[in-house]
């Protein structure tokens, strides 16, 4: 059971806008600006997309935005490509006695 | 551009130990802050814990206090991650991450280390 409850999955057509949400409490999420996402090819190492809840790497495309409400966070990919099917976590700080909770993890599909 | 290498995929049995190592390399390994993170097979990402090689402070997830070692060697960049007490359910990818200059979010990951606990 993850600390962060994310949906199992979300699908969208090429072009077209998703948003993946990702509820927290407020032990983690709804207390921290600390909210980062990262994106999850099959068989690679997750990679960041988002930190600081709304900031993007160097390199990462702007079609990646992300904001945060209460004890939501959520991340929406615009322009949806066919190179954008992954797997999608978020991560919160949660505080200095239990520091980071990743989400159960989002598969988004481009149909 | 800093790089993390780990060592090796390892097999081991239950109530062994393991011990995976991750070197960076492309910064200076001081100013950087390190940690854990666990994959089992199909499921999602688990923080294990973290270390801050300059004054070796570390903080450990409590799941797993008391059964994970987190070092640092500062002379070969070298962070470390021994878990003990090994049972089936340790079966993961074990990465090694660094945390961004700002503290938040692992901006660079290790290649991942697969670890099977078997009989």
């Known amino acids: 059971q993850s600390a962060l409850t994310q949906p199992a999955s979300v699908s969208g057509s090429p072009g077209q806008s998703i948003t993946i949400s990702c509820t927290g409490s407020s032990n983690n999420v709804g207390s921290y600006n600390f909210v980062s996402w990262y994106q999850q090819l099959p068989g690679k190492a997750p990679k960041l997309i988002i930190f600081?809840?709304?900031k993007r790497p160097s390199g990462i495309s702007d079609r990646f935005s992300a904001s945060k409400s209460g004890n939501t966070a959520s991340l929406t990919i615009s322009g949806l490509q066919a190179e954008d099917e992954a797997h999608y976590y978020c991560c919160s700080y949660a505080g200095s006695r239990t520091f980071s909770v990743f989400g159960g993890g989002t598969k988004v599909t481009v149909l | 551009q800093v790089q993390l290498v780990q060592s090796g995929a390892e097999v081991k049995k239950p109530g062994s130990s393991v011990k995976v190592s991750c070197k960076a390399s492309?910064?200076?390994?001081?100013?950087?802050?390190f940690s854990w993170i666990r994959q089992a097979p199909g499921q999602g990402l688990e923080w294990m814990g973290r270390i801050i090689p300059i004054h070796g402070t570390i903080n450990s997830a409590q799941k797993f206090q008391g059964r994970v070692t987190i070092t640092a060697d500062k002379s070969t960049s070298t962070v470390y991650m021994e878990l003990n007490s090994l049972r089936s359910e340790d079966t993961s990818m074990y990465y090694c991450?660094?945390?961004?200059?700002?503290?938040?979010?692992?901006?660079?990951w290790g290649q991942g280390t697969m670890v099977t606990v078997s009989s």
């Open positions: 991450a660094k945390y961004t200059d700002s503290g938040d979010g692992f901006d660079v």
């Open positions: 600081e809840v709304n």
């Open positions: 492309g910064g200076t390994f001081t100013n950087f802050v």
